[in-house]
């Protein structure tokens, strides 16, 4: 979509870069990031064995389709635009316990993780967001809740394997992260207890 958008025509049609700038009302721009810490000290080897320790930080957000409409349409009177704000953020902390080896050619391993849930928040429509434009004002209405949670708890597995050099020094290799993870966020958690006065004070 965007090498489409590199200079396009949105105005005229008999032009050769012409862009029908509605096909994109109905996209979803998200903005995704992901940040990662190995924690000094906690990632060790032996042999086929190895612990390791990460904290990662996983953030998306979304350009609402009512600002794209504006930007390329600008606001027809009466024209009902509906307003959706994509938005999640994720703090988790993975340690996990990993054993590889070999059979044959093919060289394998497999990783066990706890994760430690530290924050998350996301946002959620629970009513659906307009804005209307008419002849002497601009009104909005909608409603929106956002989830919070702080100390989850779970685990997940990482499977990975690799092949020995062959054709030149060509090695092919796929790995799945993650399988069966996710994380249970309880009111209770030890982690909660001791953290959430800090993180409401923060917040």
């Known amino acids: 979509v965007i090498n489409s958008l590199n200079g396009a025509d949105m105005e005229d049609e008999n032009s050769s ?5 509605s096909m994109l009302y109905d996209s979803e721009l998200l903005f995704s990031s992901e940040f990662n810490l190995p924690l000094p000290l906690l990632n060790l ?4 064995f190895a612990f390791t320790s990460s904290m990662h ?3 998306e957000i979304g350009m609402p389709q009512l600002l794209l409409q504006f930007m390329l349409a600008g606001n ?3 024209e009902k635009i509906d307003f959706n704000l994509p938005l999640s953020i994720q703090s988790v902390q993975e340690t996990g316990f990993t054993y590889s080896n070999k059979f044959k050619t093919i060289h394998y391993g497999i990783t ?3 994760l430690l849930g530290h924050y998350y928040a996301d946002l959620e429509m629970i009513d ?3 804005f209307v434009t008419d002849t002497s004002s601009l009104r909005g209405s909608g409603g929106f809740l956002m989830n919070q949670g702080i100390g989850g708890s779970g685990f997940g597995l990482d499977l990975g394997i690799l092949t020995e050099k062959f054709l030149g020094g060509w090695q092919f290799g796929m790995s799945i992260t993650d399988l069966f993870g996710n ?5 209770d958690s030890i982690f909660r207890e001791s953290l959430e006065e800090s ?3 923060f917040l």
């Open 17 to 21: 870069k012409f862009f029908d700038k």
């Open 45 to 48: 080897s032996y042999k086929n």
């Open 57 to 59: 930080v996983f953030s």
């Open 76 to 78: 027809t009177i009466n």
């Open 112 to 114: 066990a993780k706890h």
């Open 128 to 130: 659906s967001a307009y």
């Open 183 to 187: 994380i249970k966020w309880k009111n």
């Open 199 to 201: 993180v409401h004070a």
